[in-house]
């Protein structure tokens, strides 16, 4: 399994209006198909260059359904954020490959 992580710093002035944005971009990338689900996250830092960071996580089927993503849909939807947001959004993409997972079990 792999996530696909976004990390996005968007400055003050954007925020209120990017996060509404973000929130129905999410459901958007999730109808591609190519992920199974999505998990919105506010990293809790105080920034250096200012705003507010956040990490979109989006957990994909399979190496194939992520590698399909960048090929068929990554960048249209790269483009949105973009035009939207261009000088007020820092963002940067990793992947990350689930080893194990584990969960407590409460008796």
């Known amino acids: ?7 996005v710093n968007i400055d ?28 919105l996250t506010k990293v809790l830092v105080d920034e250096e260059m200012g705003g507010q960071t956040y990490s979109i996580q989006y957990k994909s089927y399979s190496r194939e ?5 960048y090929k068929e849909d990554a960048d249209a939807l790269r483009n949105e954020g973009l035009k939207k947001f261009a000088d007020k959004m820092l963002a940067f993409r990793t992947e990350l490959q689930i080893v194990d997972e584990y969960s407590v079990t409460f008796k």
């Open 1 to 7: 399994m792999y996530i696909y992580n976004v990390t």
């Open 12 to 39: 003050d002035s954007a925020h209120d209006e990017w996060l509404i944005w973000i929130k129905q971009h999410i459901p958007t990338v999730l109808a591609t198909g190519k992920f199974e689900k999505a998990t």
């Open 65 to 69: 359904a992520l590698d399909a993503y």
